[in-house]
């Protein structure tokens, strides 16, 4: 607004512009300059779709369907054969979607279709489909169960379409691509409803581990063979508030439910394509593309026989360790050939909510008796208490120039701190590159509580940044976050004390 005001003020006063009179009124009106002093953004800056996802933080994958039955990961090397699927009774995809909720997820991406190309709902792009299934599988359409069950409970939902089909004997032509993909995609974007994500996968085709048994050539080029581009103009097309892998957010860079501590949302889709430092992004990144960690629950992604389910402890800290370092967490809960998740994975899924509640819901900031700032941004909108006051859409800011300033909280009585978490104002592009937080019980003697780098949508700091138990935490009435560093002033929309 303020580059076309200042370009129109230009034109008016060289007088090639001129306004009808009630429009002149209008631009009379305008404010100009800026009295609130808002600050400019730092590139780049997040989509309006991808402030929406990265809000949603922690939602689950249900990786479910022709491998269950096969007892495989990757259904790539056996004649691909539809009758396999036999489920005697129809997945419970409400217990699937009340599970994941109970933990405190927002949303199912359903796996639709893996790497084998069965698809788990009635298509017109191929036969390899539950139509042709055994059992009670004709009946079975998993984006229909799924996306009905998710609206129910207040869940979002999301589809995993694999782009790469080691069955399909026209995978690497053209053909593949309009009949078969493009189908499938049209059909998932048109018949379930609102879609908030569409996951493809990195493993996505090529020669020998990622060919198929159809002996035709399978070497593509991953990059161009997709279309990526037009995919997600597609995508968009259809569902205006879906997000993209590997457009809109990156594949974190490992499957070990971890982000790196340093974690930008800026990338660029080259680097997110080679995988290159997909755990951290880069500050130079000219493109916003936040980090999306994917993660197993057992050690399979789809369930077997010898499944262990990981203890809510250590679901606990991956949480921390990715929705805590700035990047998504998508975790996956594979149900098994009766069509539910099991009970030690119910029950884990559970206890991890119950730990999210009990440690991370408490905030002592809002109880605050005083929130002051060592400086504020003029403008009279950037007070130091607007990063206390639950409210997403004020911040703490400093002036123009001024990349360091501290705030100080000070709680009513000494608590026992575990976590201080932050946020930045990401909207108007991530900014801080370091930064410390200080505790003292009177006011005057400090300690260091945490040290750190980036910040972006969400960092959780424990003691010392180690996320390997709970522990004991510290005794503290005040907290002090210093910003030690930043791309240009920060904005920060949110500190709370657990
Ligand atoms: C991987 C796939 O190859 C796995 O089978 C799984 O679907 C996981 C989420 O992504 O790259």
């Known amino acids: 607004m303020e580059k076309f005001t200042t370009s129109l003020l230009g034109l008016l006063a060289a007088g090639l512009v001129c306004l009808p009179a009630p429009a002149q009124g209008l631009f009379e009106q305008l404010d100009f300059p800026d009295p609130d002093n808002t600050p400019a953004p730092v590139f780049p800056v997040p989509s309006q779709r991808q402030v929406e996802w990265m809000k949603m933080e922690f939602y689950g994958f249900s990786h479910y369907g022709y491998n269950t039955f096969l007892g495989k990961e990757w259904g790539n090397d056996t004649y691909p054969d539809p009758t396999r699927y036999a489920p005697q009774s129809i997945p419970d995809c409400e217990q699937w979607v009340t599970a994941m909720k109970s933990a405190g997820m927002t949303g199912v991406v359903a796996v639709v279709k893996h790497h084998d190309g069965f698809c788990m709902w009635p298509t017109e792009s191929t036969d390899f489909n539950v139509t042709n299934s055994d059992g009670v599988g004709p009946q079975v359409d998993i984006p229909k169960l799924v996306s009905e069950a998710c609206r129910k409970h207040g ?204 440690r991370l819901t408490d905030n002592f900031a809002l109880t605050a008796t005083s929130v002051t700032a060592d400086q504020v941004r003029d403008g009279g909108k950037y007070a130091a208490a607007n990063a206390t006051d639950a409210d997403a859409d004020t911040y703490w800011a400093t002036n123009d120039g001024q990349t360091t300033g501290s705030v100080t909280i000070e709680l009513p009585e000494t608590k026992t701190v575990h976590y201080v978490m932050l946020q930045e104002y990401f909207q108007l592009g991530q900014r801080v590159r370091a930064f410390n937080i200080e505790y003292s019980t009177d006011g005057s003697s400090w300690r260091s509580f945490a040290t750190g780098t980036t910040i972006g949508y969400k960092r959780i700091m424990a003691v010392n940044d180690d996320t390997s138990s709970y522990g004991n935490g510290v005794q503290a009435r005040f907290i002090r976050v210093n910003i030690t560093d930043s791309r240009a002033c920060p904005l920060i929309n949110n500190i709370a004390v657990y």
């Open 155 to 358: 869940m979002k939902f999301g589809v995993y379409l694999s782009p790469w089909d080691a069955n399909a004997s026209n995978y690497a032509t053209q053909d593949y691509i309009d009949q078969n993909f493009r189908t499938q995609l049209t059909e998932l974007l048109t018949n379930y409803g609102e879609v908030f994500e569409v996951w493809f996968d990195g493993a996505n085709g090529g020669t020998g581990y990622y060919g198929g048994i159809i002996p035709t050539t399978k070497n593509i080029d991953k990059t161009t063979y997709y279309d990526w581009p037009n995919i997600a103009d597609f995508v968009h097309k259809l569902q205006p508030g879906a997000t993209v892998w590997g457009r809109e957010f990156r594949w974190c860079g490992n499957e070990d439910g971890y982000s790196g501590r340093t974690c930008w949302s800026n990338s660029d889709i080259r680097s997110v394509q080679s995988e290159g430092n997909n755990n951290t992004g880069y500050e130079e990144g000219f493109e916003f593309i936040p980090s999306e960690s994917d993660v197993r629950t057992s050690q399979n992604w789809f369930w077997n026989t010898s499944e262990s389910i990981k203890s809510a402890e250590e679901l606990y800290k991956i949480y921390l360790e990715t929705v805590g370092r700035n990047a998504t967490l998508i975790m996956n809960c594979a149900p098994n050939t009766d069509g539910v998740l099991s009970d030690a994975l119910v029950r884990n899924l559970e206890e991890l909510g119950s730990l999210l509640k009990t």
